[in-house]
């Protein structure tokens, strides 16, 4: 459900108003507008472009999705692009805050992500306002609503090193359950914070440097500490991005190894039954020649009372002899190797 808050704001305070025609009618007498919209759709936003002169590209920049930050200078105004970043459950979710600044006026668009939630909400209480000192612009204004995003950024940072470290002591913990997916899409999540925080950042050199005429010199030094957070937190994401490669190439290795192991415990396995089946080779071969009719009409009956002990004591002795051979060409095998 779509929403649009107008608020007059002069040095003597600011005034909460009903209607756009009120707001223009406001701004005429002076101070400047701030326009809040939440889920606004094309026809709303069309309506802003006329007495604001928006661009139709920025028209189309606020209802998009899934876009770079950045910075765009027009005639009557700059646009920014910043995202907010939130984790429901381990899913990420980004937000688009879209600001429109110009010398009287400041356009705030939010809600079109797929958190679709009023993103500003905490940032317009008066008392949070009124210490920032937004009366003496709407720059100071935009600054406000800046810092409110980019602090919302830390909370899904710490999530993320939070599953981070989840991730790691599953992994040691029981490797055979382990999901490497989970890897994957930390990754994921890790670009995608990485790359967002990237195109900030350099938003923030651009403002900091004056190239956009709408903010006063005043406040760029409320910028600079914007900037100082954003820095924070790309090196943090690139310090993450590492660790989710040793994750990686540690689950892999424990996975050759866990392998290695099995291998070598069927090696031993094999090793074992080839043992019993060279022994018993023979002796299967003497007994297959002593259980054949032809034999026992050779030797006759009387003559089985000492060949059966006979070939007992044959068998037992070649089993015996074949152990010891069998043995003692392993050990000149290990002291070979």
């Known amino acids: 459900m779509s929403d ?9 305070g600011m005034v909460r108003l009903e209607t756009l025609a009120e707001a223009l009618a406001a701004r005429a007498r002076g101070g ?8 606004p759709s094309r026809e709303e936003l069309a309506a802003l472009s006329g007495p604001f002169g928006i661009h139709a590209m920025s028209v189309e920049d606020c209802l998009d999705q899934d876009q770079i930050p950045k910075l765009e200078d027009f005639p009557r105004y700059s646009f920014i692009l910043f995202n907010a970043f939130s984790y429901d459950g381990r ?40 210490l920032a000192g937004v009366r003496r612009g709407p720059a100071f204004l935009m600054h406000v609503l800046l810092d409110h995003v980019v602090d919302r950024k830390f909370a899904a940072v710490a999530t993320l090193e939070e599953q981070l470290n ?16 989970t890897l994957l899409r930390l990754r994921r999540d890790i ?6 925080l990237f195109h900030e950042r350099e938003i923030l050199v651009k403002i900091c440097r004056k190239d956009s005429r709408f903010i006063d010199e005043r406040a760029i030094y409320h910028y600079r500490d914007i900037y100082d957070h954003l820095a924070k937190f790309f090196e943090l994401t690139e310090s993450y991005r ?7 190439e540690m689950y892999l290795s424990m996975v050759n190894n866990q392998m290695a192991r099995l291998a070598n415990d069927t090696n031993v ?4 039954l080839t043992l019993i089946t060279t022994i018993f080779m023979p002796m299967t071969l003497i007994a297959g020649i002593g259980g054949m009719s032809e034999w026992s009409m050779m030797t006759g009956p009387s003559n089985w009372q000492l060949a059966y002990p006979a070939f007992l004591a044959a068998m037992a002795l070649m089993g015996a002899v074949n152990y010891w051979f069998l043995k003692r060409l392993e050990a000149r095998n290990r002291s070979g190797s």
Not at 7 to 12: E, G, L
């Open 91 to 130: 899913k990420l979710l980004v937000d688009e805050v879209d600001i429109i600044l110009s010398e009287d006026c400041l356009i705030t668009v939010s809600g079109n992500g797929p958190g679709k939630r009023r993103l500003l909400e905490d940032a317009e209480r008066p008392k949070e306002l009124e």
């Open 32 to 39: 400047y507008l701030w326009v809040d919209c939440f889920q």
């Open 166 to 181: 989840r991730a790691e002591e599953s992994m040691l913990a029981e490797l055979s359950r382990f999901k490497p997916g």
């Open 191 to 196: 670009l995608t914070l990485r790359k967002s």
């Open 242 to 248: 590492e660790v989710v490669t040793s994750l990686m």
């Open 269 to 272: 396995s094999v090793r074992r």
């Open 4 to 12: 649009m808050r107008l608020h007059h704001i002069t040095p003597s």
